[in-house]
DNA sequence: AAGGGCGCACTTTTGA
DNA sequence: TCAAAAGTGCGC
């Protein structure tokens, strides 16, 4: 019989005392399922010198290994490439996973040869490398039931076919459930150890609601209802925000200190740390909503009020931030403990909308690159591209080689204009589509086609980069052209389709979200050839295209003047130009002609500011909105009350063409800052600890807040945020800065905030203007 | 366990 | 007093 199934998480284990892997997934009638597949042993490849006889060696190691190395099962010749070139390797298959990397060493000490490939997959990635499977997408396989025990599933099979893909982006309906923890300690942060979970809110995506409450020490009762809730509800999607960092480790930890077993996996296993540093869920998928914000750039605060606000999920007006060091206070009153349970519902229930609004992009970046779902967004962007060249490479039968500690090399980057500072009407922002990709493929930038210095080849087979004069062979295709092509091929794939799409349906978003998932993956990979971490990591193909990018921005600059374009910006890929459309028609087209690239007009300015900063700028849009780059106001670390008065002038001045009432803002601000009506949480700075307190080298007002907090007892880790005000005082200012939480409105020292938050915010921009200092106020 | 690249602005501290 | 270094967070 076939099964049909939507494939969820996969992990390694053994079946009839061979390694398989267990796909968990959801079959056409909603059932859950189990699918062992046992078709793929671990293996590795022994890549032979040249002129070497095979089946000689073959035969030796397979009479040495009976004795030395007694789990190989199979050898086999099979004829790979390395960057390129054929080479004959030995496929050694093993019975057991735990052994491939040792008897990969072995081997090279028992032959000698060239070297061992692709000892360093895991079984699980070594599946989706090798066979036809898409996690968040539909497989078959033959199958033939069998009956397991501990195992929480409708259905359990063993597959008696290798798994096929099966083209269809129809989603099933899964089950999501959301989560919120809440918890709180009279001194500091809350301890697992001692402090019990207050409340944990859940939601379904089938309408349920719960929020589990704990009043005195002892929270069993809630830990208990929370893991039986889990199990009847038994979800696919498991959602939370800033689970994997806060909440998980948080209830790993106090189930522990209960004694209870938190066994809420399919198999009946607890949460484990898995690859990453995401957790796994067996059989589940576990999602970071916090790591889903990470993949929309237009919100630049990462918090769950923002990304429901950005999305515009119902519920997103209701999200609340309570501070940790206010939740004890609360929890100690009748009232107050209300408002913290409603405010965690609210947190789960918002959770689950922005799941359901942003899943998607996940999804179908998961089955792109083959990772899990649980692993797609906690994977840095390196690993994604990583994932999917693995795949690719096993189709053209190049060997995946190691990711390996190497010496690392910088290289001269993007070009970036000095804008033309002060204000102009009517601006047109010219965009190269995929600029470094689309390079890539046309001048062949690839690990396999790049020629060594000493390399004597004819000069017409080579494309010769300018500036840094690396040479890459025209032909034949480079792995990297290959993989590209395949990237933006399926990309024009999924703009046909879309075009023929309903824009309503889901099968429109879905397309959609692929396209975008496409984009990603495409994007990354000139980031990717130049991470000293990539398996393909070669620095020549991301210095050659950088190279090529600053030439190709630098000729169309020339022509833009000769056509009488007048540039005012630049920045990498794109170009500010003042806009005249029959000129920069004129322009598009001999870029498409001359260098084959596409030059889009990406947005037209009805008027736009620059200072004389790079990357800094804000215009008005035709639509009315105002667009902020780079600047104050979209920075995280500026106080509010400074972006606020910034982005105000910002208005004014753009919307309104006032600088009279851009100065007038000010002033008001000015005003309510003596008067202190500002209150505490618009003057808190945050900045995020970097790394471990004690490597800091020199004082900063943040490394003393958080110093101080550390003696409050409060937990501090990588990644924190710390919010510091600057109080009255004498010294240098971080002796004067104190963590928000500890400070009364009466020690703040306002004259820091004028002269040192709201001035050069204000002024930066102002200035531009003629305004004084003196003038506006300060 | 935790990992794309480089270019840039800007504030504060450091040390000569 | 001042230039360099440290630190953060942005743009593309």
């Given amino acids: 019989m076939k099964c049909h199934f939507y494939l969820l998480d996969i992990n390694e284990d053994r079946w009839n005392d061979k390694p398989c892997v267990r796909l968990w997934g959801v079959d056409e009638k909603r059932r859950r399922v189990l699918v062992l597949a046992a078709f793929t042993l671990p293996y590795f490849y022994y890549v032979l010198d040249d002129g070497v006889d095979a089946e000689k060696i073959k035969l030796e190691l397979e009479s040495k290994a009976r004795t030395a190395l007694p789990e190989i099962s199979e050898v ?86 290798p798994p096929l893909t099966v083209k269809d982006v129809t989603l099933p309906k899964l089950r999501l459930l959301s989560f919120s923890v809440l918890t709180a300690s009279g001194k500091g942060s809350a301890k697992p150890e001692k402090d019990p979970v207050r409340v944990i809110a859940v939601e ?46 948080y209830l790993i930890q106090r189930f522990k200190a209960r004694r209870i077993r938190f066994s809420i996996g399919r198999d009946g296993s607890e949460p484990h740390t898995s ?44 999200v ?169 091929k399926e990309r024009s794939g999924i703009s046909r389709e879309l075009k023929e799409a309903d824009p309503k349906s889901s099968r429109y978003k879905v397309l959609k979200e692929r396209e975008r998932a496409v984009k990603i993956v495409t994007n990354a990979c000139y980031g990717y050839a130049g991470w000293a971490g990539a398996r393909w990591y070669v620095r020549e193909v991301a210095e050659s295209a950088a190279a090529l990018g600053r030439d190709t921005i630098d000729k169309t600059i020339k022509k833009a003047e000769a056509v009488g374009v007048e540039v005012i910006y630049g920045d990498t890929d794109s170009l500010f130009v003042k806009n005249e459309p029959n000129k920069i028609d004129q322009l598009l087209s001999w ?40 600047l104050e106001v979209v920075r995280g670390d500026w106080s509010d009350i400074a972006r606020q008065v910034q982005e ?62 550390l003696k409050e007892g409060w937990d501090l880790t990588l990644g924190d945020k710390v919010g510091y005000v600057i109080t009255k005082g004498k010294g240098r200012l971080f002796e004067k800065a104190r963590p928000y939480n500890q400070v009364r409105p009466q020690d703040v020292d306002t004259d820091y905030y004028m002269q040192n938050q709201v001035k050069p915010a204000a002024m930066r921009i102002l200035e531009r203007f003629g305004a004084s200092e003196e003038q506006v106020g300060f």
């Fill in 76 to 161: 086999r010749i099979e004829l790979k490439k390395r960057l390129g070139r054929t080479r004959t390797a030995l496929k050694i298959s093993c019975n057991d996973t735990g052994v491939v990397s040792s008897y990969a060493k072995q081997l090279q000490k028992l032959f000698k040869g060239r070297a061992t490939f692709e000892a360093d997959l895991r079984l699980s990635v070594r599946y989706v490398t090798d066979s036809d499977l898409t996690p968040c997408g539909w497989n078959e396989c033959e199958v033939q039931p069998v009956t397991l025990t501990g195992v929480k599933v409708d259905r359990a099979y063993v597959a008696t076919s």
């Fill in 648 to 709: 105000q002038v910002l208005n004014s001045i753009l919307r309104d063409r006032s600088t009279e009432k851009a100065i007038e803002r000010v002033r008001s601000t000015i005003g309510r800052l003596r008067a202190g009506e500002v209150p505490i949480a618009d003057l808190t700075i945050w900045k995020t600890l970097t790394k471990p307190i004690e490597d800091y080298k020199v004082n900063a007002p943040h490394i003393e807040a958080a110093k101080r907090l």
């Fill in 320 to 488: 609340t931030t309570i501070a940790e060091s206010d939740r004890y206070a609360l929890w100690s009153t009748e009232l107050g403990r209300r408002r913290l349970t409603e405010h965690t519902a609210v947190n789960a229930k918002a959770s689950l909308e922005v799941a359901e609004a942003s899943l998607t992009l996940p999804m179908q970046l998961s089955a792109i690159t083959g990772l899990p779902l649980d692993q797609v967004m906690t994977a840095a962007v390196g690993f994604r591209v990583d994932s999917y060249l693995m795949k690719q490479a096993h189709l053209i039968g190049e060997l995946i080689p190691p990711r390996s500690e190497q010496p690392f090399f910088t290289y001269r980057g993007a070009i970036v204009l000095e804008p033309k500072s002060g204000l102009h009407d009517n601006v047109a922002v010219l965009d190269f589509a995929s600029m470094y990709p689309n390079l890539m493929v046309d001048y062949n930038l690839s690990p396999d086609t790049l020629l060594k210095p000493d390399e004597q080849v004819p000069a017409d087979s080579v494309n010769l980069i300018p500036e840094v004069k690396h040479r890459f062979r025209r032909s034949p295709d480079g792995f990297y052209k290959i993989v590209l092509s395949t990237l933006i």
């Fill in 204 to 249: 379904t995506n089938t309408g349920e609601s719960k929020a589990f409450t704990c009043d005195g020490a002892d929270d069993s009762k809630l830990l208990n209802s929370f893991v039986s809730f889990l199990a009847n509800f038994d979800p696919d999607i498991i959602l939370s925000f800033e689970s994997n960092r806060l909440h998980w480790p």
């Fill in 591 to 630: 870029v498409k002609k001359e260098m084959g690239l596409e030059v889009r007009v990406e947005q037209i300015y009805v008027r736009v500011l620059f200072t004389e900063a790079m990357k800094r700028y804000a215009g008005l849009l035709p639509d009315g909105t105002i667009d902020i780059v780079g």
């Fill in 275 to 318: 690859m990453f540093g995401h957790l796994s869920i067996t059989g589940r998928a576990n999602v970071d909503l916090f790591d889903i914000a990470g993949s929309l750039p237009e919100v630049k605060i990462k918090t769950l009020e923002n990304v429901a606000e950005f999305l515009q999920t119902p519920s997103s007006g209701k």
